[in-house]
């Protein structure tokens, strides 16, 4: 159904918001009628305000109104757009007894016609030609002089064939456009689906092979310690395998949330952060709040992405390089900005801190500048915080 009303709008004109082509129509419009005025106003009996000639004064304003209103509602869902037709074809047929040496009432009404079947469905076209036919008669007393009535509707059906041939163009040329706009939509679909049915194989090769690996490596440090735990003088060595189950431990949580990501991960920035904070405190066990606003905000899916992955790499540095540190996190929301606060204190176990290039915060900033917003991390209050501001629309909003 959608498809067919977008077909139907591309024939009627309907939505077109091309102001040339608009402009165009409207001097055409203009300009015939300019034409047909000119020709009635220099051909015997002309215009004036009695007989013939006031007649076609009458016929060429009611002509104009009826063509010139039909120009002004055609791409409305107006009754009133239907009314001016008929009018036009009144119009055209009270010029007729004073233009028949020009025959311009009868130019008029074909034009009416014309534009009524290049437009309008072909059943109400057909009925408006009818009624052009019986006013032409009737306007140029058909049962007195056949000639002229002849020519007349052989005329109107010529516009009647005419108009339909020129709609029959333009909705093959829409319908060409609607499958090709569909062929574009399915191609995009399937290359959308076969992106996802690829992420999701990677995320089932991760987990099952690296996540599985990482889980067993980690059972087998703990059994590990477990028996250097028992042995005289081995405290070094019992640190080493500690720091490598910790880093195995963080090299499982990471490669969790990497098949989450893959997978697609569809909660909210508030329920992410829960979870953040959840898995960290159950880790570490130190004070860690979270502060969110009252009401929920719909972000832009970029910013919710870029702010789940900033937070990410905040807590994966806090584990890194401030191990065992308390952390407060904090989301406020106003109407043009959304903040996001990490903020650390100092770190309990020095001895599990690791050392890096910094290239995740890179990477983070860039992805947050590409937002038009901004990020700064520094020392505050014996601790560390990375802080970040996003416009919650784009210019364009």
Known sequence: ??????????????????????????????????????????????????????????????????????????????????????????????????????????????????????????????????????????????????????????????????????????????????????????????????????????????????????????VQLEAADALLEKVPGADKARSCVVRARSLAGEGLTETRRAVSALRGDKRSLPEFLTTLVEDYQADVDVPVSLDLPAEQVELRPEVTLALQRLSQEAMTNVRRHAPGAPVAISLSVDESWVELVVHNGEPTNMERATTGGGYGLIGMRERIEQLSGTLDAAPENQGWTVRTRVPLRTEGD
């Open 1 to 218: 159904m959608e498809a067919m009303r977008a077909v139907q709008a591309v024939v009627s004109g309907e939505g077109r918001s091309d102001k040339l082509a608009v402009a165009v129509r409207w001097i055409v419009r203009v300009g015939l009628l300019l034409v047909l005025a000119y020709t009635v106003a220099v051909t015997p009996p002309g215009l004036g305000t009695h007989g013939l000639a006031g007649l076609n004064l009458l016929g060429l304003l009611v002509g104009a109104a009826g063509w010139l209103g039909w120009g002004a509602l055609r791409d409305r869902e107006s009754p009133l757009r239907l009314i001016a037709l008929p009018i036009g074809v009144v119009g055209g047929a009270l010029l007729v007894p004073g233009t028949a040496g020009s025959d311009v009432g009868v130019i008029l009404v074909c034009l009416v016609v014309l534009a009524a079947a290049s437009a309008l469905e072909p059943g109400p076209a057909a009925v408006l030609a009818v009624v052009a036919i019986v006013a032409l008669a009737l306007a140029e007393r058909f049962w007195d002089n056949l000639l002229p009535g002849g020519f007349a509707v052989l005329a109107v059906a010529a516009s009647y064939l005419g108009g339909i041939v020129r709609r029959q163009r333009k909705l093959h040329h829409a319908q060409t456009e609607l499958l090709l706009v569909e062929t574009q939509v399915a191609k995009e679909e399937q290359a959308r689906a076969a992106a996802l049915d690829e992420r999701a194989r990677i995320a089932r090769e991760i987990h099952d092979v690296l996540a599985h690996s990482l889980g067993g490596l980690i």
